[in-house]
């Protein structure tokens, strides 16, 4: 199959949804599959590039704050469709698609940020050609509903039963709607990755080690690790949390600022600046940070919709603690794979720290545990053979619209 995975970044993004374009448009080329990931530009980065057997396309036309700020000077607002940028973008899709002769495309969260998107793809829909849905989450803004009840898609994937419901709830009469489980690469994230100096690059040696794999937003919980390490320290004065930090990331630059400063000033007053380490990475190099962590944290302060830490850390072999938000706890199994805490109580989540830091053999058990369960239910090859099948049957609905539907400017789709 010839695919088209279509969003506003790719690698090197970070971010959940950026991750699992990397999981599954890699799977699908492992498979055989001829994939094309088109997505945003990003500075520093080629148009166009081949990584991990998958095209990557950048295109300055699904870089959504030059696009938000067209619309702004043109007096449009952000949630309005405007017909002029629908048409643009219908064009855009369909030379694309008729270039590299696609025969699926797969859309991930274009139900929010931009309505022309979803409904220049609906478009093409209904000329037949296959198309699918992704929703990473669903914010709280009239856009997502709107968009969901005027496009249409062979399938709409939800990541999760959290995200499901939430669809549910906010567009009751939606169809076509499925559930995929995200999947993590197993081969990628294992126990035996070496950490290949990087305990001895930030100065860990003989010390233990708390990873936070986190952006500083003010959802993902950094405030409530800080706070935490202040008690783990009384316990284990050479404790280190690390924090995954980075400012590769879409759409919520303007909340990084402040929330860092207040992170850094919380660090320094409370005496723990030997104590949090702070280093950006790359996807492809994340592995290594796994590898020299005793444990992962992860105390989401907001409604996590999936969360792929938990996938990554029990891959890992490493005991995971979560806060009980959203989707994070359809992967984690308390006191089997890891522990689940309440949101913002670092009481709680500091004395499951101190708990796990106290016991290699509890550690041990628990992230063998956590593999066996990632195995069994969270590879990304289980996750893109479902996906996959969805993917077949928007094909045979695409050849029966195809039947009906009028060819476009004098000519078909093929």
């Given at each position: 199959m010839k695919i088209c995975v279509t969003h506003y970044a790719y690698h090197p993004i970070t971010g959940g949804v950026e991750t699992h374009l990397v999981d599954l448009c890699s799977e699908l080329a492992a498979q055989g599959h001829d994939v094309h990931a088109l997505v945003g530009t990003l500075a520093g980065q080629p148009d166009e590039q081949r990584q991990k057997g998958v095209w990557i396309h950048r295109r300055p036309e699904l870089d959504i704050e030059a696009v938000r700020s067209r619309k702004q000077r043109a007096g449009i607002d952000a949630d309005t469709p405007w017909k002029p940028l629908q048409r643009e973008l219908l064009g855009f899709y369909r030379d694309f698609v008729e270039t590299h002769r696609i025969d699926v495309v797969h859309a991930h969260n274009f139900h929010h940020f931009l309505p022309e998107y979803g409904l220049a793809l609906t478009e093409l829909y209904d000329e037949g050609l296959p198309t699918i849905l992704t929703i990473h989450e669903m914010w709280g803004e009239f856009i997502c509903e709107h968009l969901l009840e005027n496009t249409r898609w062979d399938a709409i994937i939800a990541v999760g039963e959290h995200v499901r419901r939430d669809v549910v709830r906010m567009v009751p009469g939606v169809r076509n709607l499925h559930k995929v489980l995200h999947g993590t690469d197993v081969e990628t994230f294992h126990p035996g990755v070496a950490d290949r100096g990087l305990r001895a690059e930030l100065g860990l040696i003989d010390r233990p080690v708390i990873l936070h794999p986190a952006r500083m937003l003010p959802w993902k919980g950094v405030h409530v690790s800080v706070a935490a390490m202040h008690k783990v320290v009384e316990r284990f004065?050479?404790?280190?949390?690390?924090?995954?930090?980075?400012?590769?990331?879409?759409?919520?630059?303007?909340?990084?600022?402040?929330?860092?400063?207040?992170?850094?000033?919380?660090?320094?007053?409370?005496?723990?600046?030997?104590?949090?380490?702070?280093?950006?990475?790359?996807?492809?190099?994340?592995?290594?940070?796994?590898?020299?962590?005793?444990?992962?944290?992860?105390?989401?302060?907001?409604?996590?919709?999936?969360?792929?830490?938990?996938?990554?850390?029990?891959?890992?072999?490493?005991?995971?603690?979560?806060?009980?938000?959203?989707?994070?706890?359809?992967?984690?199994?308390?006191?089997?794979?890891?522990?689940?805490?309440?949101?913002?109580?670092?009481?709680?989540?500091?004395?499951?720290?101190?708990?796990?830091?106290?016991?290699?053999?509890?550690?041990?058990?628990?992230?063998?545990?956590?593999?066996?369960?990632?195995?069994?239910?969270?590879?990304?090859?289980?996750?893109?053979?479902?996906?996959?099948?969805?993917?077949?049957?928007?094909?045979?609905?695409?050849?029966?619209?195809?039947?009906?539907?009028?060819?476009?400017?004098?000519?078909?789709?093929?």
């Open positions: 004065p050479t404790a280190a949390l690390i924090v995954t930090d980075t400012d590769q990331i879409i759409d919520w630059i303007r909340e990084l600022g402040a929330y860092k400063q207040q992170i850094l000033e919380t660090i320094e007053r409370d005496g723990l600046i030997g104590n949090v380490v702070r280093r950006s990475f790359d996807y492809f190099d994340l592995p290594r940070a796994y590898a020299v962590a005793d444990l992962v944290i992860y105390p989401t302060t907001g409604e996590e919709p999936f969360g792929l830490v938990p996938l990554e850390a029990m891959a890992c072999g490493r005991p995971i603690v979560v806060s009980r938000s959203g989707g994070l706890v359809e992967s984690v199994v308390d006191g089997e794979t890891g522990y689940i805490v309440e949101k913002e109580d670092a009481d709680q989540l500091a004395e499951r720290i101190i708990r796990l830091l106290g016991d290699a053999e509890l550690r041990q058990r628990m992230g063998q545990a956590g593999r066996r369960h990632v195995e069994k239910n969270f590879s990304r090859k289980r996750m893109t053979d479902e996906t996959v099948r969805l993917y077949r049957a928007a094909l045979e609905a695409g050849q029966q619209r195809r039947a009906v539907a009028p060819a476009v400017s004098g000519r078909s789709r093929r």
